[in-house]
């Protein structure tokens, strides 16, 4: 079975930044591609980036120029770098994975909150 586990989320000053972390556990197909999303309270969850084990990289047209996600696979990890954080980027911050989609499996959710 698949396992994702997100870390380094927190609270950051507008303007900051943080760097958040997705340990994965599975095989080399259910980690094929990875990446993230985020779900703000009232909100629907909305794609960010992913990540495929050979690098290609998606972004959503919102976060391009501020988030960047890569992976180690070495450590079957997988990260979001997000820099010039606003308030509007608060939310819960998933993980997730699978063959094509990065959605058959999801991580916990590590909480981002960005402070005005």
């Known amino acids: 079975q698949v396992q994702l586990v997100e870390s380094g989320g927190g609270s950051v000053q507008a303007g900051g930044s943080l760097r958040l972390s997705c340990a994965a556990s599975?095989?080399?197909?259910?980690?094929?591609?990875m990446g993230w999303y985020r779900q703000a309270p009232g909100k629907q969850r909305e794609f960010l980036a992913s990540?495929?084990?050979?690098?290609?990289?998606n972004y959503a047209d919102f976060v391009k120029g501020r988030f960047t996600i890569s992976r180690d696979n070495a450590k079957n990890t997988a990260y979001l770098q997000m820099n010039n954080l606003n308030p509007e980027d608060t939310a819960v911050y998933y993980c997730?994975?699978?063959?094509?989609?990065?959605?058959?499996?999801w991580g916990q959710g590590t909480q981002v909150t960005v402070l005005s």
């Open positions: 990540i495929t084990s050979a690098g290609s990289t």
């Open positions: 997730a994975a699978g063959l094509v989609r990065p959605a058959a499996s």
């Open positions: 599975g095989n080399f197909f259910s980690i094929n591609v």
